[in-house]
């Protein structure tokens, strides 16, 4: 499996197991791309991008991930506790 992959399966895993992920979205609606008739809110893992640091990916790459929100609210108070918590999310898996 390609780095690029490992680090995917590991944000959509690390997102969906997060409590409070799920409180604010009420479920599991942490998808890897959008899924037909998703039911919002939702987070979807979009484009990943992976590039060499130095001249080869055997050096260390840099990945640069889209973690995508979806909600259908007219405020934007959804979108950035949704935003907020799927960040902590992420960086609770890095440390």
């Known amino acids: ?11 959509v895993k690390a997102l969906r197991a ?3 992920l799920v409180a604010l979205t009420g479920g599991e609606r942490v ?3 959008a899924p037909r008739g998703a ?5 979807e893992l979009g484009a990943l991008v992976s590039r ?6 055997e ?5 640069e991930a ?12 959804e979108v950035a506790a949704l935003m907020a918590a799927a960040r902590e ?6 440390e």
């Open 18 to 20: 997060d409590a409070q």
């Open 59 to 63: 050096e260390g790459e840099e990945h």
């Open 89 to 94: 999310a992420v960086l609770a898996g890095v």
């Open 39 to 43: 039911v919002h809110p939702f987070i």
């Open 66 to 77: 889209e973690i995508l929100v979806h909600s259908r609210k007219d405020a934007r108070g």
């Open 52 to 57: 060499p640091l130095l001249s080869s990916a």
């Open 1 to 11: 499996m390609s780095a690029q992959a490992t680090l995917r399966a590991a944000l």
């Open 31 to 33: 998808h890897d791309g």
